[in-house]
């Protein structure tokens, strides 16, 4: 079973403690796409990525200094945003760690997908950002079936947690190879279901944390989680979408490794 999840906008520059072990498998493809972004003005970069001036001018400096090649942290352990606070790879153990290096991988703009301590750079670069050039009408035109077909070769039951944007690198080249499993984190409030953005980055993060403990191998596995008052709902589910609901009430807390 091979587990996606997205990446965060926010990159940590240095990790002092861990280094990476080896490259990403797109390399190439990536440095086409930052010698790309080096052309770029500030101001075609802000209105690519939606974001402030102080971001463009950051993403402006960033790209006209960028090597992939060096200066590289593992990117299990550079993302830093809500999903990764609640999966706390920085206190995995060994065997934890070896868990994620064999079954998790994460989508990237600029990478395609990336194992755990592949290196990479700080990089600004959401995959549904508006990108038409002379080679690309977009990133996922850019990226085509290779991501999916990296992946397929490693493993063919997929157990979605990645966003929207993301995911759909991978399923929109899914063929009958492959089992797909989207999981959802719903809130129940006055009868009504709904998803919460920033709960839902929590439940992703702690529920790859909880895969990892439990050393979960199968699907039928990823039933039993029951984190952050989460429970998964058969009636709502089916064997390629998995739902789980927590019930208008629940106190929030942070993580923990010892259940619900």
Not at 7 to 14: D, L
Not at 73 to 99: H, R, W
Not at 178 to 190: A, I, K, Y
Not at 242 to 256: D, E, I, L, Q, S
């Amino acid at each position: 079973m091979m587990i996606l999840i997205a990446p965060a906008k926010r990159i940590r520059p240095t990790i002092d403690y861990m280094d990476h072990r080896r490259m990403p498998c797109f390399l190439q493809e990536s440095k086409r796409l930052v010698t790309y972004l080096k052309t770029r003005k500030q101001e075609e970069l802000k209105a690519m990525l939606n974001c402030s001036d102080a971001i463009a001018e950051w993403t402006y400096n960033s790209y006209q200094h960028m090597d992939v090649s060096t200066s590289c942290v593992p990117a299990l352990l550079s993302f830093d945003g809500i999903q990764y606070s609640y999966m706390a790879p920085d206190l995995f153990s060994d065997e934890y760690f070896a868990y994620a290096e064999q079954h998790l991988r994460i989508l990237s703009g600029l990478y395609g997908i990336l194992e755990p301590f592949d290196g990479v750079v700080p990089y600004r670069l959401e995959l549904d950002s508006p990108f038409h050039t002379p080679f690309c009408t977009s990133l996922y035109d850019f990226w085509g079936s290779k991501p999916y077909q990296r992946l397929i070769e490693e493993d063919k039951h997929i157990l979605d947690l990645s966003s929207k944007q993301y995911g759909k690198l991978i399923k929109r080249h899914l063929d009958h190879r492959v089992h797909c499993v989207s999981v959802f984190f719903l809130e129940e409030e006055d009868g009504q279901r709904r998803e919460k953005g920033v709960y839902v980055k929590m439940a992703r993060g702690e529920m790859v944390r909880w895969l990892a403990e439990q050393n979960i191998q199968q699907f039928e596995d990823v039933k039993r989680f029951c984190r952050l008052g989460y429970r998964f709902d058969a009636a709502a589910s089916d064997e390629h979408h998995y739902r789980f609901v927590r019930k208008a009430g629940w106190k929030h807390r942070k993580f923990t490794t010892d259940g619900d």
